[in-house]
Structures are given as C-alpha cells and as structure tokens.
C-alpha cells in the first residue's frame, strides 16, 4: 500500500477509551438522570455516524433514556437505526424521537433534555477534579480523579519510529485540543500544529473530508492513509476521495476500538475501507506490503 502520509486518529487507535469516554458517556447520563444506555450500545451510536463528537453522544444517548421512558417504544438498535436512516448525529436523534412521541410526551422530553448540565458532568467524570479546574475553568461539584487518566497506550514506540522514518505523519482527532496534547504526550508522539486538526480546529467534524484533505495539501502527498477506529473515520477517506480527485485516500480501520472480530472486520470493509488491522501497530507491516502477516484484507 503506497502512502506518502499517514495521518492518525487518537481514541481507539493510539489510547483505548472503553473505560474513559464511554465510561463517561454512560455515567453521565445515569448521574443526570437516574437511567442510563449499557456500556456496549455506545458503538451502536457510533455506527449510525455523526458521533464523532462524544458529548454529542452523551446527549442523544440521554434523549433516548428520556423519551424511552416517555412511551417512544423502539429498542436501542431500532432507534440507532432510525437515527442513522435520518442522517446520523444528534439532530437526527432529536428528529427520531420528536417524529415517535406525541405533543405531550415532546414537550415533556425536551424540557427534561439538558445538553450543557450533561456535557459538565461528563467533563467532571472525564477530566477529574484537577484537570477540569485547570481545562474548565469552573469549580467542579464532585471530586473525581478523572477516566483520563485510565487510558492504556495503544501505539508502541517502535511503530511511532517506523512510521516517522518513512511517512508524514499527522493527526486527525474529535478531541478538543487540551485532550488530544495529554494523549499524544502519553504516547510520545509530537505532531506540529499545523499537521493535525482537532474539534477546535473545524466545525464539520468527521465524516466530512476538509480537515483530511487539507493535510493532505500540507503534506504536499500524493497518496494518505488515514487510521481510525470507526466508520466515520473510514467514510471520511472515502469522502475524501470524492472531494479531491487528485490524490489517493485509503481508510485503514483498527480492531483495538468499538469495533472488533470478524463482525467488526465486515462493517469496516463495507463502508469502504481499505485495510483492516488488528492495531496500529501492524500499520508498518501493512504499508510495507505484508498486509497478509498484519491482519489485512
């Protein structure tokens, strides 16, 4: 696989989040509202796309919790399905359950739903005391020690040196800027400013192709791989594809995220992707060719 660039996300790809920000995005919402999604259904959000921002996550999972229990009568896969169906993200939630609920039971709803009180508590949960008073601003109301800190180290330093030996490399994230220094410092990559966007730095977000196209111009690559752990990562590339018809983008998934096993495998490769790997890890085997020995397809 011919890459002048490779150009990598940040959860589930260099750190796992499962017991971070999915964590918080379940507590958060059980803290708000007595009443929360299991842990597991966080990727069935996930896959119907437009949640590459986990706030946004957090509200939509506590819009179904709240209309759940106002009478919408879908299970969490139908409503994730309903949601994907009308275009993913958090507005498409709202519209799934204001279509599904009756005058009453809206209104109801949607003077319960409090997206800023969920995305504090969420920051509490995530950040922890310290880390919330510094990044915050804000006096925290708990005294948490934070699920940021709970975040293994995917990428080896060995990959981090085959990779720079050989490629520019980037990084395209939906973490605030803050976030994203503490986890690439953890894994000991340093990536400039102008090789990397995160949520501060486009509006869009992922699936849309701007951010990676654009570095893909800095990096003046005429072919990039970008490596993510959700589908909105792969149809990001292949978005990418459509947009600049110049270049070659090739969306590598990773199986060290919400997305595992063979089922895992299936859903990266029908939404376009390139290569499937185990982890980061393997990216160097891969682009060297033995995609065979590292797991991909």
Do not use: C
């Not at 192709?209 to 993510?228: H, I, K, M, N, Q």
């Amino acid at each position: 696989m011919n890459a002048d660039a490779v150009v990598l996300d940040v959860d589930g790809v260099l750190v796992d989040v499962a017991d971070s920000y999915r964590r918080a995005i379940v507590e958060s919402v059980s803290r708000v509202y007595g009443d929360t999604i299991p842990k597991d259904a966080v990727q069935q959000f996930k896959d119907a796309g437009g949640f590459n921002n986990d706030w946004e996550l957090t509200y939509a999972a506590a819009l179904y919790v709240l209309a759940d229990g106002a009478g919408l009568g879908l299970s969490l896969p139908s409503f994730t399905d309903r949601v994907a169906a009308t275009g993913g993200g958090v507005s498409a939630a709202e519209t799934v359950v204001l279509d599904a609920l009756g005058p009453a039971e809206r209104e109801r709803v949607m003077n319960e739903w409090d997206p800023d009180r969920l995305r504090d508590v969420f920051q509490q949960l995530y950040l922890g005391t310290d880390l919330y008073r510094e990044l915050e601003g804000g006096e925290p109301e708990m005294d948490t020690p934070g699920y940021i800190h709970d975040e293994p180290v995917i990428l080896d330093g060995e990959t981090v040196d085959a990779l720079r030996a050989r490629y520019d490399v980037g990084v395209l994230t939906g973490r605030p800027a803050a976030e994203a220094d503490i986890a690439l410092d953890r894994v000991g990559l340093d990536v400039p400013d102008e090789h990397r966007f995160t949520m501060d730095d486009w509006e869009e977000g992922k699936p849309h192709p701007r951010a990676l196209v654009t570095l893909a111009e800095r990096f003046d690559a005429d072919s990039v791989v970008f490596v993510g752990d959700t589908l909105d990562d792969i149809r990001t590339a292949v978005n990418a594809t459509g947009e600049d018809t110049d270049r070659e983008y090739r969306g590598v998934g990773v199986l060290t995220g919400g997305l595992t096993g063979e089922e895992g495998r299936r859903k990266y490769e029908r939404a376009g992707a390139t290569a499937v790997v185990d982890s980061v890890n393997d990216l160097p085997e891969l682009l060297d060719g033995d995609d065979e020995d590292a797991g991909g397809n």
